[in-house]
C-alpha cells in the first residue's frame, strides 16, 4: 500500500497555471505507471492524464484525456517518488479536486488537492 500526498492547487483565473505534485511514499516507485485523476463538484472522478514506469515496454509514456490534450503535461521524478502535473491555459471546466495514484487505480487514495479556476 502507498501513502499519496498530493499539493499544489489553488484560486487561479481562466488562462492561468498551476503546478501540482504528488509524493508517493512505496516501495519500487519506479515501476508503477502513475496517473492524475480529477474530481469535479456532483461528477464522477476521471482520468486526467498518465505515465508508464520502467517495467512498463516504454518507460515515460504519457497519455491525456482529450479535454487536457495540448494544456497538461504529466511527468514524474522517480529519485524524488513524485508525479507532477503542469496545467496551463486553465479553463472553469478545469475546476475539481485532483489526486494521483497508480494506473488504474489500486491503492488508498489520498485527499487531493483542489483547483478552482474562476474570475
Known amino acids: 500500500q502507498a501513502q499519496l500526498v498530493e499539493s499544489g492547487g489553488g484560486l487561479v483565473q481562466p488562462g492561468g497555471a498551476l503546478r501540482l505534485s504528488c509524493s508517493v511514499s512505496?516501495?519500487?516507485?519506479?515501476?508503477?505507471?502513475m496517473a492524475w485523476y480529477r474530481q469535479a463538484p456532483g461528477l464522477e472522478r476521471e482520468l486526467v492524464a498518465t505515465?508508464?514506469?520502467?517495467?512498463?515496454?516504454?518507460?515515460?509514456?504519457?497519455v491525456y484525456a482529450n479535454s487536457v490534450k495540448d494544456r497538461f503535461t504529466i511527468s514524474r521524478d522517480n529519485s524524488k517518488k513524485a508525479v507532477y502535473l503542469q496545467m496551463n491555459n486553465l479553463k472553469p471546466e478545469d475546476t475539481a479536486v485532483y489526486y494521483c495514484?497508480?494506473?488504474?487505480?489500486?491503492?488508498?487514495w489520498g485527499q487531493g488537492t483542489l483547483v478552482t479556476i474562476s474570475s
Open positions: 512505496v516501495s519500487f516507485f519506479s515501476e508503477h505507471d
Open positions: 505515465v508508464t514506469g520502467d517495467r512498463s515496454l516504454h518507460y515515460g509514456l504519457t
Open positions: 495514484n497508480r494506473n488504474p487505480p489500486s491503492w488508498n
